[in-house]
């Protein structure tokens, strides 16, 4: 997932998380709300389907009430027994509380039609048919008992149980029409609300992904980066951010470590600067003064005949003790900077160098050009480090030094066949200000020390224009 600009500008982090942020908002409101619907048509359906099953219960009340009633009056009709009216009379005093639970109960304007229509059969068949006839029995009016009475009686009944079957098996199939639309409602919303989590889900999973990209990754550079600047590689640098947020860190970041590396270099511009000139003052001053003293002394020496003698010895021990310093003074000047360095250039120094060391060193020179003062005085002092590191921990027996010229990269390469297993970060083991020298210059420090197999040390430092 890439930060896209908008309008020619980079979208900040701050702006992409809000954006994800209110989109992932929106997303799991809109299946909150789907679940939400879905529960409240649920419990519409739950409420339906119980009041379907009440007025199937009040329809089942009722029709036993006119069972009642039709049971009642015929076993009064056969007998003209009073006892067999009870049902009867019991069914008569229900009949009107029921008819209204009946009546209420309905679940649809249509049911309510019917249910009211069954009453008015029911009340009609009571009042129309049931009582008149009760009563003309107990008058003894043999036509109540009657086949014509009868039948009417059959009739009517077998009328209101129909009505009642029809009204039952219409609530049935308007209870098995919600039931199927609960379940269909409940399925889409089901698959609503998936939708709506996995597209949340991938929202999610896309941001920790473009987090990761825009945001993690790039902080574990700056923070690898801070790390080698924090060990003195001061020519480390960030790459271009996306994100503006990262990409102003990155920025600030380089030119921090710019400002440390150019004003590393002034330092080290300026301190070979006091070398050159305090090794340049060593030989013009005070170790010409001392030439001219041991002149002096030599000269005293041959003026005094006696060959023998407390003056003569103390004469003596001095030009000893003035060559020793002059010796002294001379490999000290050289120390500081080498009068070499000035008068042949790099490769000539680092001759005179190898010529010096108390290990077999060959030069193998291929650049004879001159180079800027600041430049040969760093590669000197690179090589001298090498070379000294190579003395005092390789156990080297064989030293080679090469002084390479390639695409304006200066090379130089210090190897030796000694006992190997150097490692830049063992304390002692004369790498820091080797590494200080390669990184004010931007330029590259290569290790390569197997045990038991020397050491390689390569260094790549650019030249400028």
Known sequence: MRVRRWHGRRLGLTSLTIAASGLLALLIGVAFAVLLWAIDDANDSTSARRASRTALVEAGTMEQLVLDLETGQRGFLITKQETFLEPWDEARRDLPAETRRFTDGTTSPHQRRAATQIARSVQSYLNDYSIPLVEEVRRGDPAASGVA????????????????????????????????????????????AGVGLAASTALVAAFTVLQHRAVVRPVRGVAAAAQRLAGGDLAVRISPSKVSEIGALGTSFNTMAASMQDSRRRIMESVEEVHRRTARDLHDGAQQRLVSLMIGLRLAREMIPDAE???????????????????????????????TLTVKGLAGAVGDLASRCPVPAVLDNRCDRRFASAVESNAYFIVAEAVTNAVKHAQASHIDIRLELADDVLLIRVADDGVGGLDRATPGSGLTGLTDR???FDGTLTIESPPDEGTSILVRIPLPD
């Not at 209101?160 to 379940?183: K, P, S, V």
């Not at 010895?313 to 500081?336: C, H, K, V, W």
């Open 149 to 192: 009475a009868t039948q009417e009686g059959k009739r009517r009944v077998d009328a209101l149980r129909a009505r009642f079957d029809r009204y039952m098996a219409d609530e049935r199939t308007q209870l098995a029409a919600r039931e199927d639309a609960a379940g269909a409602n409940g399925r889409r919303a089901v698959i609503a």
């Open 309 to 339: 003698g407390p003056v003569t010895e103390l004469l003596e021990d001095s030009i000893a003790n003035a060559q020793t310093a002059i010796d002294e003074l001379r490999e000290l000047a050289r120390g500081i900077y080498p009068l």
């Open 438 to 440: 390669v990184s004010a």
